[in-house]
Structures are given as C-alpha cells and as structure tokens.
C-alpha cells in the first residue's frame, strides 16, 4: 500500500470514528433534554417545558386523544391545562401537589445526517395533592400512580437538538390505595377541541388507544434489533 493509499484509509477511519463519537453525542444530548423535560414537569416550571420545543418547525404534542399543534396549542396545554390544573395558574411548583415524572428507559435512535432522532421513553408518575391543600385542586386529596410511554421527535436547531414531538399514551392509572388491579376503566379522554374550549387541542385523534386493562402495543419507531422485522403485535385490545 503506498502513501497516499494509506493517507486515504486513515481518512475514512477518521471520518468513521467522527461520525460514531458525533451519534453517541448527540444521543446523549438528547436523552438529557428528555431528562430536563421530565425535571422541569415535576416542579410545574411549564414555561421552561414550552421553551424546549422546536421554533423553526411545527412542534406537536399528543396527549389523552387530543393533538396539540404549533407553538400556540403547545402553550394551551402547558400554560393552560396543565398550569390552571396542578399550579394554581403561576409558573412553579404549588404546596402540597405531587407530580413527579420520572423518565425511563430510553431507546435512541439517531439519523444519518444528524440533524433529527427518535426516541421511546417510559414515565412512571407519583401524582397527589396532600391533605392539607385539598382545596386547591378540583379532586381534592388523592394519591395516584401513573403510567406512561413516549414516542418523541427531535429536530436540531442552530446546533442545539430541541422536542420536535412528544406522543405520549397513557399504559394505566391507578390509585395508591386500590392499585391496577382495582382500577377504574378510564374514560376521561380529550373530547373538546379548542376554542370551544379554551385549553382544549386542535385536533381529537381519530384512534382507539385505551389505558388498562387493555394492553395493547404503542408501535416502536424501530425495527427488531436482531431480526431487522417491524414488531407488530395486535393484541392486547379488550375482546370483542
């Protein structure tokens, strides 16, 4: 192998070692603004949440059936919904409410090009409100456990990866005192779009997905990791 043949190898290498330690990167960069996400959710801090998704493309948000669309619909949830429900309306965390939301699990998947990602993310919350702020939020006192899956975007921007969109499902609910196997069937899903309500969503999806004790799949952005095939069970659904 003469020089410039060896030059040409070590090139390539190179620009192969780049891209691996580029990917690993920015996996990790987007893994810890999932995690940032789920911190600043904990503590109500809804204003720093909204300031996480993307700005140069229309960021989504699927919550319970509704679809939040556009830095507009996005505030609507965040600033709206969620603030008036669990902050009393103000940016911060409210004495006497719970709501952690701890993320789990991640599954990343980077593109080529480096400048958008998937990634699949479980979140089992701890939601209440104490005793002694029982009058505070509309459902009193209560303690709950919460579970969830992401299937989230992500765009880069301007050399900083953001939220391109969050789909969220719902797996099941339960209170802490009855637990999953004596939960409720839930039925309180998003119904009213916006304006007819104020914080409501732009769209209501048109799907079927149901919480406990139906357990059927939220479909993974990628393929079997071995066998290369799409993993797409259909069952799960309640029987007919």
Not at 10 to 27: G, I, N, P
Not at 212 to 225: A, C, K
Request: net charge negative; glycine share 8%; hydrophobic share 35%.
């Amino acid at each position: 192998m003469d020089t410039d043949e060896r030059v040409r190898v070590l090139e390539e290498r190179l620009a192969e070692l780049e891209r691996q330690v580029r990917a690993v990167t920015d996996a990790q960069a987007i893994e810890r603004l999932q995690y940032q996400y789920g911190y600043y959710l904990d503590k109500c801090l809804y204003e720093e949440v909204v300031a996480l998704f993307a700005e140069d493309s229309v960021p989504e948000v699927r919550f319970l059936r509704g679809i939040y669309r556009g830095r507009d619909g996005i505030r609507r949830l965040f600033l709206g919904r969620f603030m008036k429900r669990w902050a009393n309306g103000r940016n911060g965390p409210s004495f006497g409410h719970m709501l952690d939301h701890p993320q789990l699990q991640p599954v990343i998947h980077v593109a080529e090009d480096g400048l958008s990602a998937r990634g699949r993310f479980r979140t089992l919350m701890m939601l209440g409100v104490h005793e002694s702020a029982a009058d505070t939020h509309e459902a009193g006192t209560f303690q709950r456990w919460e579970s969830a899956l992401y299937e989230n975007r992500y765009v880069k921007e301007r050399g900083a990866w953001r939220i391109a969109a969050i789909e969220l499902r719902h797996a099941w609910l339960c209170t802490y005192e009855g637990g999953w196997a004596h939960s409720p069937i839930w039925e309180d899903y998003v119904s009213v779009r916006h304006p007819e309500d104020p914080d409501g969503p732009d769209e209501i999806a048109d799907e079927d997905w149901r919480m406990w004790p139906d357990t059927r799949v939220l479909p993974f952005h990628y393929p079997h990791p071995v066998t290369g095939e799409w993993v797409t069970p259909e069952t799960g659904a309640a029987p007919e």
